[in-house]
């Protein structure tokens, strides 16, 4: 055994990462001394950086006053407010929001709220899911099994429900086929769709499950115009729930609070998480529509599912400070102001590069996806492992990106995602650029040579 070892159970086993022992704005500070530019907030996470002093203020009143109660005794005030704040204006009729500690936990709730909500409707044999390939929908089981992530899934498939089924992404640049115009393009993803519902039987299909903007799995991957609409279409023609996953694309970071904003539909059920709370405190919400919860609540009166951090006081204060910073410093316009630049710096320095195949995103969440061969689209043989190593190379280099593999199929595939604070300025999203530039240049020349 080394002489060193850490007692934490990190991802890596082999090794112990660097302690972070400060941050300030869009930098985390090491124990070693560097300073890193968190150029992907984490995991999509930190949208207002680190040590905001108006969110750290308002846990530390918090705390004083009340840090936990359970929910099966009390409710919170901040819990009451950052509703309120949410849903209060009902946005496409979302209604209600239920407080949980992470994505995972808001997918797993609006899985459940689904199927309850057809119990308590007289249509129990509603018990089917589709969702896409190449999604991500969370870790725990429920939400494994509705991803599409197919590494992620593989070891604990024997596990893994068999209530949902995988359509084809709505992935231009790997599934659209040659000469296919968009609205082609669309078209068959919702005949695709159309015909998995018929083939599980209308009237059993609870859900369709997807990420207005795919996330880790296949880096910042946006819809073509019209495929929502389709989609929403096709679910209330059968009576099927449209269900989007808004972990980490939704709370402002795609330059609308929420991501479907842009898509000129509204969910039945939302999941948030990441950019709700900053990474002040894990939280993240499902946000359920009237109509769902008025079923409910006329019926059983109940929705059977909990955990013992529902609502957690202190993180509902930490989130309610962050969405009140975004809303009082007008971040939303920052986003798009911020995202447009992202946008060009990224096309300036890469748009040409004969390893980057593809340039895509929204706001301030994009990604770049580098390839063996421009003209092909073929992929690097995953043995090289060149997500990791442009990791490890921007790390070195003080940036800190969320590269991500298996980005066509699970298996082949690279891509690196950028999720800047919301905070971020011009300067330094021009020092993110840079240094991601020199990072793949440098593993780049590595690898062919």
Same mark, same amino acid.
């Given at each position: 055994?080394?002489?060193?070892?850490?007692?934490?159970?990190?991802?890596?086993?082999?090794?112990?990462?660097?302690?972070?022992? &400060? %941050?300030?704005?869009?930098?985390? $500070?090491?124990?070693? *001394?560097?300073?890193? !530019?968190? =150029? +992907?907030?984490?995991? #999509?996470?930190?949208?207002?950086?680190?040590?905001?002093?108006?969110?750290?203020?308002?846990?530390?009143?918090?705390?004083?006053?009340?840090?936990?109660?359970?929910?099966?005794?009390?409710?919170?005030?901040?819990?009451?407010?950052?509703?309120?704040?949410?849903?209060?204006?009902?946005? &496409? %009729?979302?209604?209600?929001?239920? $407080?949980?500690?992470? *994505?995972?936990?808001? !997918?797993? =709730? +609006?899985?459940?709220? #689904?199927?309850?909500?057809?119990?308590?409707?007289?249509?129990?044999?509603?018990?089917?899911?589709?969702?896409?390939?190449?999604?991500?929908?969370?870790?725990?089981?429920?939400?494994?099994?509705?991803?599409?992530?197919?590494?992620?899934?593989?070891?604990?498939?024997?596990?893994?429900? &068999?209530?949902?089924?995988?359509?084809?992404?709505?992935?231009?640049?790997?599934?659209?086929?040659?000469?296919?115009?968009?609205?082609?393009?669309?078209?068959?993803?919702?005949?695709?769709?159309?015909?998995?519902?018929?083939?599980?039987?209308?009237?059993?299909?609870?859900?369709?499950?997807?990420?207005?903007?795919?996330?880790?799995?296949?880096?910042?991957?946006?819809?073509?115009?019209?495929?929502?609409?389709?989609?929403?279409?096709?679910?209330?023609?059968?009576?099927?729930?449209?269900?989007?996953?808004?972990?980490?694309?939704?709370?402002?970071?795609?330059?609308?609070?929420?991501?479907?904003?842009?898509?000129?539909?509204?969910?039945?059920?939302?999941?948030?998480?990441?950019?709700?709370?900053?990474?002040?405190?894990?939280?993240?919400?499902?946000?359920?529509?009237?109509?769902?919860?008025?079923?409910?609540?006329?019926?059983?009166?109940?929705?059977?599912?909990?955990?013992?951090?529902?609502?957690?006081?202190?993180?509902?204060?930490?989130?309610?400070?962050?969405?009140?910073?975004?809303?009082?410093?007008?971040?939303?316009?920052?986003?798009?102001?911020?995202?447009?630049?992202?946008?060009?710096?990224?096309?300036?320095?890469?748009?040409?590069?004969?390893?980057?195949?593809?340039?895509?995103?929204?706001?301030?969440?994009?990604?770049?996806?580098?390839?063996?061969?421009?003209?092909?689209?073929?992929?690097?043989?995953?043995?090289?492992?060149?997500?990791?190593?442009?990791?490890?190379?921007?790390?070195?280099?003080?940036?800190?990106?969320?590269?991500?593999?298996?980005?066509?199929?699970?298996?082949?595939?690279?891509?690196?995602?950028?999720?800047?604070?919301?905070?971020?300025?011009?300067?330094?999203?021009?020092?993110?650029?840079?240094?991601?530039?020199?990072?793949?240049?440098?593993?780049?020349?590595?690898?062919?040579?």
């Amino acid at each position: 055994m080394a002489a060193r070892t850490s007692r934490v159970l990190h991802r890596s086993l082999r090794e112990t990462p660097p302690k972070a022992i &400060g %941050g300030e704005g869009v930098y985390l $500070f090491a124990e070693d *001394g560097r300073r890193v !530019i968190d =150029a +992907s907030g984490g995991a #999509a996470v930190s949208c207002l950086g680190h040590q905001h002093p108006r969110v750290i203020a308002a846990m530390a009143k918090q705390a004083s006053t009340l840090a936990y109660a359970h929910t099966a005794f009390f409710s919170s005030e901040p819990a009451e407010a950052l509703a309120e704040t949410l849903v209060g204006h009902e946005p &496409g %009729g979302l209604a209600y929001a239920y $407080f949980v500690s992470g *994505g995972s936990e808001a !997918i797993e =709730a +609006s899985i459940k709220l #689904a199927r309850q909500y057809f119990i308590e409707r007289g249509e129990p044999q509603r018990q089917h899911f589709i969702a896409r390939r190449q999604s991500y929908h969370g870790n725990t089981l429920g939400a494994l099994a509705a991803g599409g992530n197919t590494w992620r899934r593989a070891p604990y498939a024997p596990l893994l429900s &068999g209530a949902f089924s995988h359509v084809t992404p709505a992935f231009a640049y790997h599934e659209k086929h040659e000469g296919e115009s968009d609205a082609q393009f669309v078209a068959r993803l919702a005949a695709e769709l159309e015909a998995e519902f018929q083939r599980l039987g209308p009237d059993t299909v609870a859900a369709f499950l997807a990420e207005p903007v795919v996330g880790a799995t296949a880096g910042a991957v946006t819809a073509p115009d019209g495929y929502f609409k389709a989609v929403r279409e096709i679910c209330d023609r059968h009576g099927a729930l449209l269900v989007l996953d808004e972990v980490m694309s939704g709370m402002g970071r795609t330059g609308t609070t929420h991501a479907w904003e842009q898509e000129g539909v509204a969910p039945d059920i939302q999941a948030i998480a990441k950019g709700l709370g900053g990474g002040y405190q894990p939280i993240g919400a499902m946000l359920a529509s009237g109509k769902i919860i008025d079923t409910i609540r006329s019926g059983s009166g109940a929705f059977q599912h909990g955990h013992t951090y529902l609502a957690h006081p202190l993180a509902c204060a930490a989130a309610l400070a962050v969405q009140d910073v975004i809303r009082e410093d007008r971040l939303l316009d920052r986003v798009k102001e911020r995202g447009k630049q992202l946008e060009q710096r990224l096309t300036e320095r890469f748009g040409n590069h004969r390893h980057i195949g593809d340039i895509r995103g929204r706001g301030l969440f994009w990604a770049i996806e580098l390839v063996a061969d421009r003209a092909g689209r073929t992929s690097f043989d995953p043995a090289l492992k060149l997500n990791q190593k442009i990791k490890a190379e921007a790390f070195a280099n003080g940036l800190g990106c969320y590269p991500g593999g298996g980005t066509v199929d699970g298996a082949r595939g690279d891509h690196v995602l950028l999720a800047p604070p919301y905070i971020a300025s011009a300067a330094e999203i021009d020092l993110i650029v840079d240094k991601l530039g020199t990072a793949v240049d440098n593993v780049l020349r590595s690898v062919n040579h």
